[in-house]
């Protein structure tokens, strides 16, 4: 049995103070100067701390928006004179798909290393769109061996990357060597870092904190680090030119990258011939064709494929663009129809924005993914977009500690870690290889509503918004 995949996480507490969610308000001119104050029993002490922090306290008081939600103050108190309230702030930072809610959740998996929880509970839609219109099957949480990362059975997060061969082949009597392979310990590969966040030092920490996990990192041919090597510190060079192509430097990396386009058979050839025990992937814009030029990659010899989505996880179409989840599943199904699905690897890059979307891309059909975002965010990235316009970085991520990025890149992957092991051990597979494809250990919104409420209710409008 290989040993087990750990990853050691330590506190990196912000350099910035986080946007906090909620605030404690008090109406004092009613205050009946209780002498044991609901305040003073704050569970996380805030309130014996006020006197100090409004101290050394410059310009807007945002230090009132860390309250951690417990309302045991609004509750207690003899008068009713304290209110919890929403951050304006908070609601400012984010997008539409990257909420304030995943980016508190981010910060504190890259602050703590730990799973986050939310002391006010979850108040949010039952369901929503994309991946958040899933729900895995935890029928096997009661058993207590398979309590997650507290269980005694042993839970594999590795995968394999490269074609698989689906039968042993001889010639001459002598087995013919299976095709190269790569092993990550996680089914996680760190995405090349998008053009805003290409400023020093974050390149080079994204990819020395991936060789320091185990896992790989995609860098652009022209972006590599000069105190980098391509064969040591488990990067994926992106050869995205005609010059990349012929480069000898990357002539000894065990797998590079390389976009699709309609002669992409003689780029691969001339990769192999150079190196043969190279693997090379495919990087394929996901569209309304993806699936058919899927299974013409596949039945080519094509090793590994990678699917790209926009940031929010949708493909590229005119009209009505599809997610990521239905892309995959598509993909997924029409390989398995070809009888190849076995034989090649697919990564999807986009739309990843938790731990859980990570799961349920697996179950979709995905072999592994590839993020970027969520280690921008766990940098204490706002997603305010001041960058694009020129402004200067609110959080100065071009003056950030090397070993401070990494650190909190580390944190964060190890909260991914523990959560896949959760949900794993909840659904009874040890193997994370067993996950791909198993749409049945999952339910669909879309499928319980046409199978349970439709007969009861009808069917939904068109066009009409799910709550």
């Known amino acids: 049995?290989?040993?087990?995949?750990?990853?050691?996480?330590?506190?990196?507490?912000?350099?910035f103070r986080p946007v906090g969610k909620f605030g404690i308000v008090d109406w004092r001119e009613d205050c009946a100067s209780c002498h044991n104050c609901v305040k003073r029993a704050c569970a996380y002490g805030f309130y014996r701390e006020e006197a100090d922090t409004l101290h050394d306290e410059i310009g807007y008081l945002d230090y009132i928006y860390q309250c951690k939600g417990c309302l045991s103050c609004v509750q207690d108190c003899t008068k009713g004179i304290l209110t919890r309230i929403v951050n304006p702030e908070?609601?400012?930072?984010?997008?539409?798909?990257?909420?304030?809610?995943?980016?508190?959740?981010?910060?504190?998996?890259?602050?703590?290393?730990?799973?986050?929880?939310?002391?006010?509970?979850?108040?949010?839609?039952?369901?929503?769109?994309?991946?958040?219109s899933m729900w895995t099957d935890m029928s096997e949480i009661v058993r207590p061996t398979r309590d997650g990362i507290h269980g005694r059975e042993y839970i594999n997060t590795s995968v394999d990357i490269g074609r698989k061969n689906d039968?042993?082949?001889?010639?001459?009597?002598?087995?013919?060597?299976?095709?190269?392979?790569?092993?990550?310990?996680?089914?996680i590969l760190f995405e090349a870092v998008p053009e805003r966040w290409l400023r020093e030092p974050i390149p080079a920490a994204v990819s020395k904190a991936a060789a320091q996990l185990e896992l790989f990192s995609v860098v652009r041919s022209n972006g590599i680090p000069a105190d980098l090597s391509v064969t040591k510190d488990n990067i994926i060079p992106l050869l995205d030119g005609v010059a990349a192509l012929s480069d000898e430097t990357f002539a000894s990396a065990s797998m590079v990258m390389i976009p699709d386009r309609p002669l992409i058979g003689a780029d691969v050839a001339a990769l192999k011939e150079r190196n043969p025990e190279q693997i090379v992937a495919i990087r394929l814009d996901a569209s309304p064709d993806t699936a058919k030029r899927a299974v013409e990659l596949a039945g080519k010899g094509v090793e590994v494929l990678h699917l790209v989505f926009d940031s929010h996880g949708r493909e590229i179409a005119p009209v009505k663009p599809r997610h990521a989840r239905d892309v995959i599943r598509e993909v997924h199904g029409a390989l398995v129809k070809a009888g190849t699905r076995d034989q090649i690897t697919i990564i999807v890059s986009g739309g990843i924005a938790q731990a859980e979307h990570m799961a349920k891309a697996i179950i979709c059909g995905a072999d592994l993914v590839a993020i970027d975002i969520p280690l921008m965010i766990a940098l204490e990235c706002r997603l305010c977009g001041e960058c694009d316009r020129g402004e200067r970085?609110?959080?100065?991520?071009?003056?950030?500690?090397?070993?401070?990025?990494?650190?909190?890149?580390?944190?964060?992957?190890?909260?991914?870690?523990?959560?896949?092991?959760?949900?794993?051990?909840?659904?009874?597979?040890?193997?994370?290889?067993?996950?791909?494809?198993?749409?049945?250990?999952?339910?669909?919104?879309e499928d319980l509503e046409r199978e349970i409420f439709a007969p009861l209710f009808g069917t939904r409008r068109e066009g009409s918004v799910t709550i």
């Open 393 to 445: 970085c609110q959080i100065a991520l071009e003056e950030i500690d090397p070993q401070f990025a990494i650190e909190r890149m580390i944190n964060l992957m190890g909260a991914w870690h523990s959560q896949l092991l959760e949900l794993m051990g909840a659904m009874g597979i040890r193997e994370v290889r067993r996950l791909r494809g198993e749409v049945g250990r999952c339910m669909f919104f």
């Open 1 to 15: 049995m290989p040993a087990k995949y750990h990853i050691h996480t330590h506190p990196a507490r912000p350099r």
């Open 90 to 132: 908070y609601k400012r930072i984010g997008d539409a798909y990257y909420t304030p809610a995943i980016l508190l959740a981010t910060w504190y998996q890259a602050d703590t290393g730990r799973i986050p929880v939310s002391g006010a509970g979850y108040g949010g839609p039952f369901t929503g769109s994309g991946f958040d």
């Open 167 to 187: 039968h042993l082949i001889f010639e001459n009597g002598n087995l013919i060597p299976s095709p190269p392979l790569v092993v990550s310990p996680l089914p």
